[in-house]
């Protein structure tokens, strides 16, 4: 007979999804036969699957050792492929539901191919050598980073380490009351603020998006908006605050590119001509496009103390010394900061 007591991060969920996790080797056909017989039991007592798990909820399994160890073959959760944790210096906030921190330029924020190496696995690999999530427990829940960023765009993530902060922080981005704002340094001048509006399509074989005023009977354009104020300028380039209101792929380095100001550094959208001279001069990789603030929306519940909170990413120092170079005064981030949008 083998017991599980659910745990806090386990909790919410429907019966049949958990024994899924633990005996994920079994069909469904066969987790519903051993409820229907008793060979399984929830808190003692019949159950049919569809009850929803609470905190210290206790699951008895009535099957030999053999059975059960053939039907959670894998029990152990895949190795993390990574080449360390997350530093110190990365970590901007800390408590038990989440984490934010300050993405380099050059990670990816989820990895797209099994071999990838991303944030995510940092983060992973941060809990798993401070002792904050087991090996075990990695089996029925999975902390994950919530937002995702450009592989070269840099600043704050925001990663979930609870069930609580995971479903908080979906809410708050899916409703958009969790704000962003970004930095980036444009080609040209830009000294009035605007707001961008228009619908995003996706060139899938391009890996590229584009623009248009309308969706173009097109059901699969999105909405978008981004807005923009100036932040310094030297005539030749412009350092810009974004608010992402929606969030889309590639929406703001399209977006700017589409009002002739692309980003620097720019590979997709940018300008080839001015993106070769940084590139030389300051061995630029990528955007000068990086994560500066959030911004959390009032919360309830266990999460209510980040009510109002706000997080800042230092920028890179690639990033600062270019603008250094061109005359900006880039110990002026606090006024930056406060810069409001209307």
């Not at 019966?15 to 080797?25: S, V």
């Not at 509006?197 to 074989?205: I, N, S």
């Not at 940018?270 to 990528?286: A, I, P, Q, S």
């Not at 009032?298 to 980040?306: F, V």
């Amino acid at each position: 007979m083998k017991e599980i007591i659910v745990r806090e991060n386990e909790a919410g969920q429907r019966l049949d999804k958990l024994l899924a996790r633990y005996l994920c080797q079994a069909p469904k056909s066969f987790l519903y036969k051993m409820l229907r017989k008793k060979n399984i039991t929830l808190n003692g007592k019949k159950a049919s699957g569809n009850e929803i798990t609470a905190k210290e909820d206790c699951i008895r399994i009535f099957l030999s050792d053999e059975t059960y160890e053939k039907f959670s073959a894998g029990e152990e959760a895949p190795p993390i492929r990574h080449t360390g944790a997350l530093t110190k210096e990365q970590i901007i906030y800390e408590d038990g539901d989440i984490l934010v921190l300050n993405k380099p330029a050059g990670m990816l924020s989820q990895k797209s191919r099994p071999e990838d190496v991303s944030a995510n696995e940092y983060f992973l690999s941060y809990l798993l050598e401070t002792g904050q999530i087991s090996a075990q427990e990695l089996r029925t829940f999975h902390p994950s980073i919530c937002n995702r960023l450009d592989r070269n765009t840099s600043g704050l993530l925001l990663a979930g380490k609870s069930l609580a902060g995971l479903q908080a922080m979906a809410e708050a981005l899916k409703d958009r009351s969790l704000h962003k704002y970004y930095l980036c340094l444009v080609s040209g001048s830009l000294t009035k603020g605007a707001r961008l509006e228009g619908f995003l399509v996706k060139d899938e074989a391009a890996n590229k998006v584009k623009i248009c005023a309308t969706d173009m009977g097109d059901k699969e354009a999105k909405p978008i908006s981004t807005q923009y104020v100036p932040l310094w300028t030297d005539g030749k380039v412009t350092l810009l605050k974004i608010w992402l209101i929606t969030g889309r792929a590639h929406q703001i380095r399209a977006h700017l590119s589409g009002i002739g100001h692309p980003i620097i550094g720019d590979g997709k959208y940018g300008d080839r001509r001015k993106n070769v001279y940084y590139e030389k001069t300051y061995h630029l990789k990528g955007q000068l496009l990086h994560a500066f603030q959030m911004k959390m929306p009032p919360l309830t519940g266990t999460l209510s103390r980040l009510s109002g909170q706000e997080f800042i990413a230092p920028l890179p120092e690639n990033f600062r010394k270019i603008l250094a170079d061109a005359g900006c005064d880039t110990a002026d981030t606090d006024a930056w900061r406060q810069t409001e949008f209307r």
